[in-house]
Every structure is written in structure tokens, then in C-alpha cells.
């Protein structure tokens, strides 16, 4: 089964707005990363937090995590069409190596 | 090139035939990953390597599953007598440091459609 579940699976918003999506998972947690994938591309890694990080910036882009809530979020402000994509969260289940990803959410921005 | 680099980024195969995807890391990179993702779903860890080695296997969904990486470098992971429930798209990532503190780095898949 997953560890982390996007929520929602796709979100249609207009350009300029921002985008919320959140990922929740079942065990402890080391790290927990996000990723985008454009159609037909691969994954490309847009930020990591630490189990001891409530919160990280990163240009438009703003992550929380709750551990007590096993929940994060991904925040991505004044959205552009070119943010159109799949967002993945990924966590490491407490493994040193292994990475699992959810089923992502798909973001449509409209220009 | 500077990313990972995988070929081909498309094949159609007939059911029962074998085929050979290949995976080039990132020059440096230690730990390699290799993914499988069907449509409209998340990513299926299927193996992992550090160095030569795959200590961890246990993603393969069958026998019929096999990976190698050789000089630390290239990796070629193998489908035999294919079926139409393999048809994905196969992801190759590599990162410089294993732990779940390493960010992945992707490359654009092989998309496997077996008719």
C-alpha cells in the first residue's frame, strides 16, 4: 500500500491563485520530500523537510509538516500556468535508502 | 550529459518476448533506483543498488524481473517473457548518498507497452 496519500488527486485553480495539497502517511518518518512531474517526464525533487522541521521556503513554494498529524502540505503561491503538473510526496518510512511515493495530486493551473 | 539518462524511452514488444531497459546515473552516484508507474497511479519501488549491489530486491513483482548494475554506472533491468499487465513506465533514479535524506533524480522513463 502507499505511505503517503496526496489529497486531493486533482485540483483545477486559475493563474495567480495558489495551490494547496496535502500528503498524509502512516509511519514515522525521517524526511519527507515533494516532486513534480510533467507529462511524460520524470521527477524532478522540489523540497525536503526533516522530521524536526515544521516549516520550509522555498521561492514560491512552502511546506509544513505536522508529525503528530503524519501530514504535510504543500503550498505554492501566485500560481503560473507552467506550474501545471503531478505533485508527489515521498517519504522514507524511517529506511535509510528507500524512497515511497504517493499516487499524487494533478494541478491544473489556467491561464 | 548531466542528468540520468535512460533508453529507450519508448518500446512495444510482443506478449512473451524479453526485453532490456538501461538506466546511465548520474556520473558519481552510488545509490540507483529503479521505479514502475502505471497509469494515473503513484510510483512501485521495484529495486534499489548501492554500488554493484542490490541489497534490496524485494519490489521485483516476479521471477521474471531481473536488474544488474555494473561498474557502479549502468544499470539494465530485464522483463522475460513479457505480459500485458507490464506495460508501465519504468523509472531510473540515482542519488549521491543513500538515506531518505537524498533527494532522487529522475530520469524520463522508459514508457514498455506489451501488445
Known amino acids: 500500500s502507499q505511505q503517503g496519500e496526496e489529497d486531493p488527486q486533482a485540483l483545477s485553480i486559475q493563474e495567480g491563485e495558489n495551490a494547496t495539497m496535502n500528503c498524509s502517511y502512516k509511519t514515522s518518518i525521517n524526511n519527507l520530500q515533494w516532486y513534480r512531474q510533467n507529462s511524460g517526464r520524470g521527477l524532478v525533487h522540489l523540497i525536503l523537510i526533516r522530521s524536526n522541521e515544521r516549516e520550509k521556503h522555498s521561492g514560491r513554494l512552502r511546506v509544513t509538516l505536522d508529525t503528530s498529524k503524519k501530514s504535510s502540505s504543500l503550498l505554492i503561491t501566485a500560481s503560473r500556468a507552467a506550474d501545471t503538473a503531478s505533485y508527489f510526496c515521498a517519504t522514507d518510512e524511517g529506511s535509510n535508502y528507500k524512497l515511497t511515493f504517493g499516487k499524487g495530486t494533478l494541478l491544473t493551473v489556467n491561464p | 550529459g548531466a542528468g540520468v539518462s535512460q533508453s529507450p524511452s519508448n518500446k512495444v514488444t510482443e506478449k512473451g518476448k524479453d526485453v532490456e531497459l538501461r538506466c546511465d546515473p548520474i556520473?558519481?552516484?552510488?545509490?540507483l533506483y529503479w521505479y514502475r508507474q502505471s497509469l494515473g497511479q503513484g510510483l512501485e519501488f521495484l529495486i534499489y543498488?548501492?554500488?554493484?549491489?542490490?541489497?534490496?530486491k524485494s519490489g521485483l513483482p516476479s521471477d521474471r524481473f531481473s536488474a544488474e548494475r555494473t561498474g557502479g554506472s549502468v544499470s539494465t533491468l530485464t522483463i522475460q517473457r513479457t505480459q500485458q499487465e507490464d506495460s508501465a513506465v519504468y523509472l531510473c533514479a540515482s542519488s549521491s548518498q543513500t538515506g531518505g535524506g537524498s533527494p532522487l533524480h529522475f530520469g524520463n522513463g522508459t514508457r514498455l507497452t506489451v501488445t
Open positions: 543498488f548501492q554500488g554493484n549491489s542490490a541489497p534490496d
Open positions: 556520473s558519481g552516484h552510488t545509490a
